[in-house]
T-cell receptor, first 109, second 113 residues
Framework: DQQVKQNSPSLSVQEGRISILNCDYT??????FLWYKKYPAEGPTFLIS?????DKNEDGRFTVFLNKSAKHLSLHIVPSQPGDSAVYFC????????FGTGTRLTIIP | GAGVSQTPSNKVTEKGKYVELRCDPI?????LYWYRQSLGQGPEFLIY????????DSGLPNDRFFAVRPEGSVSTLKIQRTERGDSAVYLC???????????FGSGTRLTVV
């Protein structure tokens, strides 16, 4: 039973363009949502988060949007840079983090 | 230390053997988590410690898996009678009490042959 879903296993975006990564969840008890970025042979690193009482949080090139009625969140990266190429995990918190399966983002120079 | 440290970084073991994976969390972090990541999947929750006690061990797949944190700092994940299906990256994370985000270590890649 996958409570957090990332339906796109991979995404390729031209450098300088916007990258949009999507995430859906099923459990309405989640109260906090996070995005993690992972490079090969490293652990996931925290990128940005949003509380369930907000609908948007922005940090530099990264913005996370939350649509509670649709149980959907998205991560926007603009402009995309080659160093953004990594696997991105969506995670939701309800006493512990539940992760999606990840989206591999490739930025094309 | 500055980050979460996991040792060994890689472990190859024969089917049926016993293994121990170690996690050294960030100093002062009271919460410690173990996750397992299989190929093509996201991290899956195994167990969570608050101090010395296991607050939630609902993710441990069976009784071959056990974890301890005797002094509320370093934790050891123990796997008995390893099976090939146990092969995965085992991730440890720590956080301050009540924090929403965790800091992860680089993981231990376990391969059971």
């Amino acid at each position: 039973d996958q409570q957090v879903k990332q339906n796109s296993p991979s995404l390729s975006v031209q450098e300088g363009r916007i990258s949009i990564l999507n995430c859906d969840y099923t459990n309405s008890m989640f109260d906090y949502f996070l995005w993690y970025k992972k490079y090969p042979a490293e652990g996931p690193t925290f990128l940005i988060s949003i509380s369930s009482i907000k609908d948007k949080n922005e940090d530099g090139r990264f913005t996370v949007f939350l649509n509670k009625s649709a149980k959907h969140l998205s991560l926007h990266i603009v402009p995309s840079q080659p160093g953004d190429s990594a696997v991105y995990f969506c995670a939701a918190n309800n006493e512990k983090l539940t992760f999606g399966t990840g989206t591999r983002l490739t930025i094309i120079p | 230390g500055a980050g979460v440290s996991q040792t060994p970084s890689n472990k190859v073991t024969e089917k049926g053997k016993y293994v121990e994976l170690r996690c050294d969390p960030i100093s002062g972090h009271t919460a410690l988590y173990w996750y397992r990541q299989s190929l093509g999947q996201g991290p899956e929750f195994l167990i969570y410690f608050q101090g010395t006690g296991a607050a939630d061990d609902s993710g441990l797949p069976n009784d071959r898996f056990f974890a301890v944190r005797p002094e509320g700092s370093v934790s050891t994940l123990k796997i008995q009678r390893t099976e090939r299906g146990d092969s995965a990256v085992y991730l440890c994370a720590s956080s301050l009490l009540g924090a929403n985000g965790y800091t992860f270590g680089s993981g231990t890649r376990l391969t059971v042959v």
